[in-house]
């Protein structure tokens, strides 16, 4: 089991960007030392405390400042930027990490983003998939050309190539029903979140096997989770102290991104729930004898391989309570999924 830390840089109450630029860095050197696998970065677009808008960027800050921890985009949405300027930023990015690149892509279920950079979000599904080709091709030997409906290059030869050979291991965020069958039959590993009920989930990761192995793929599958945690030496400490800054973390998404959703599925799918004890069942808070439980609960019932944990969701948990939280998942429940 791979446990991977999941960030979005959140904007501490009274602080500034800069601050927090500083203090989520600082955390990825802490985890690094305590064991953590990887660094997920997310990517999100004129929306006010979280500054996280250039992941390539920061993963590189990241990269220079610890040693054996793989930096995850979490993820790059591909239809939003030129894709042979990320292929040469992410290339860029896999030499400066020794190879400890994991590129995460989707296409987001908001529109904001496509609002503010001027792109159809009715686009994101074919430029997505025309920007993922063009970037794989990018990374072989050699100049290539493609003319799409919406990218054209001609004898072009991107430099650098990854470190990594053939490319940085890409994982695809699936969000969309649709999006399960669809990425089986390319082959990728998966990013996926809470968002259904567990038996909706594991009805949608079967039809992901099935997939794979109509097309002969008969490895397990490769599903990383996302979810908001936070332990503690206590039940009532690991829900109490998180209780803050989750509930204001619900308020100001149903204030900056209600409305937001990409289409109808995904408006049901993410509806914000603000009550506390409404949104305790869907996050993993509590001792780590619990922890442990629950992950293999998850693990038993979805077959995930990995976890990506929002360790402070709202950024408002004080910063020594998050790296003890940190120490507790690493040193007493990581240890049991070895």
């Not at 949104?279 to 990995?306: F, K, N, Q």
């Amino acid at each position: 089991m791979e446990f991977g830390i999941f960030t979005a840089f959140n904007v501490r109450e009274g602080s500034d960007e800069h601050a927090a630029f500083e203090e989520w860095v600082r955390l990825a050197e802490i985890a690094d030392d305590l064991g953590v696998d990887c660094f997920w970065l997310a990517e999100f677009h004129f929306r006010p405390h979280t500054p996280l808008s250039a992941p390539l960027v920061i993963g590189s800050a990241i990269a220079s400042r610890t040693q054996r921890m793989k930096i995850g985009m979490g993820v790059q949405l591909l239809p939003l930027a030129n894709p042979l300027r990320l292929a040469e930023e992410a290339a860029t990015l896999d030499h400066i990490s020794g190879g400890r690149l994991v590129y995460g892509i989707g296409r987001s279920s908001f529109i904001d983003g496509y609002r503010g950079y001027g792109i159809d979000y009715e686009e994101s599904r074919p430029r997505f998939f025309e920007a993922l080709e063009i970037m794989r091709r990018a990374w072989a030997d050699g100049p290539f050309s493609f003319d799409g409906e919406y990218y054209s290059f001609h004898g072009v030869n991107v430099v650098p190539k990854p470190f990594q050979k053939p490319h940085p291991q890409i994982r695809v965020a699936c969000e969309s029903r649709a999006s399960f069958a669809m990425m089986a039959d390319l082959g990728f590993p998966i990013l996926i979140r809470h968002q259904m009920e567990v038996p909706e989930l594991h009805d949608l990761l079967d039809q992901y096997a099935q997939v794979r192995h109509a097309r002969g793929d008969n490895r397990p599958n490769e599903v990383t989770l996302q979810a908001s945690c936070y332990l503690a030496e206590t039940t009532e400490r690991a829900h109490s102290e998180p209780e803050y800054s989750t509930v204001r973390d619900r308020r100001m998404a149903l204030m900056t991104r209600a409305g937001m959703e990409g289409d109808a599925e995904a408006g049901a799918r993410l509806a914000v729930a603000v009550n506390y004890e409404q949104l305790l069942p869907r996050l993993l808070y509590g001792t780590p004898e619990a922890i442990v439980d629950r992950i293999a609960e998850y693990r038993d019932t979805l077959g995930i391989s990995g976890m990506s944990l929002n360790v402070n969701p709202g950024g408002q948990i004080p910063f020594e309570r998050v790296v003890n939280s940190v120490r507790l998942l690493m040193e007493r429940v990581a240890p049991r999924f070895a």
